[in-house]
């Protein structure tokens, strides 16, 4: 079964650090998403992605964050100078048309100190 | 914004138990997604319902789309312990918010044995 894989699992990072979050969507898919949950509250959409373009995206993702898929297989999420409000799961997420399932990654637990 | 009230909060049950959960919205989707969390892990996609009135059943769970297209509701039928974990409802408006998922606040479940 394919599935969508994100790496590092977990990445502590300092204040003001940037940060890349790394993900292998599903090979056949063409839409790309992130997404963000903060500890014990519910996901929230962050920015999707079609055709190496943003489609939509939410008061979330400001300046700091932008998206990228340097290549054939990655899709990343980097934050340009994290602030300790950006602890939180972030979730990569895929689809094969606009409005079709989206499968998730397992997410990659940021830590700001 | 769009927002999703999911009740209840969360259940305690006995296993064998049936559950229900459900999640209104303030406005149509014309997508209802149920996915369920283990900690520390990522959504898994349970249900994905396209039609208003559509009835869908996988395994031990069901799941209505709502015939005025703003609510939801998930049936866990014959509860077993492994069905412990957080249950989010999600809505998609594709027409007015492309791929962009909105969440509900989740149901958490607990089942003992």
């Known amino acids: 079964e394919p599935e969508v894989t994100q790496t590092p699992s977990h990445q502590v990072t300092q204040m003001g650090q940037e940060v890349i979050l790394r993900c292998v969507p599903i090979s056949n898919h063409l839409y790309f998403y992130w997404y963000r949950q903060i500890l014990g509250q519910k996901v929230e959409f962050l920015v999707s992605f079609y055709n190496n373009e943003i489609s939509e995206k939410s008061e979330i993702f400001d300046d700091q964050f932008s998206v990228e898929r340097p290549d054939g297989s990655n899709f990343t999420l980097k934050i340009r100078s994290t602030k300790l409000e950006d602890s939180a799961m972030y979730f990569c997420?895929?689809?094969?048309?606009?409005?079709?399932?989206?499968?998730f990654g397992p997410g990659t637990r940021l830590t700001v100190l | 914004g769009q927002q999703l009230n999911q009740s209840p909060q969360s259940m305690f049950i006995q296993e064998g138990e049936d559950v229900s959960m459900n999640c209104t919205s303030s406005?149509?989707?014309?997508?209802w997604l149920w996915y369920k969390q283990d900690p520390g892990e990522g959504p898994v996609l349970l249900i994905a319902?396209?039609?208003?009135?559509e009835l869908t059943s996988n395994g031990r769970l069901t799941a209505q789309f709502g015939i005025t297209r703003k609510d939801s509701f998930l049936n866990i039928s014959a509860s077993i312990p492994s069905d412990v974990g957080i249950y989010f409802c999600?809505?998609?408006?594709?027409?007015?918010?492309?791929?962009?998922?909105?969440f509900g606040q989740g149901t958490e479940l607990s089942v003992k044995p």
């Open positions: 999600a809505g998609l408006d594709l027409y007015n918010q492309g791929g962009k998922l909105i």
């Open positions: 997420a895929s689809s094969e048309t606009e409005g079709g399932r989206q499968f």
């Open positions: 406005s149509i989707f014309n997508t």
């Open positions: 319902l396209y039609k208003a009135g």
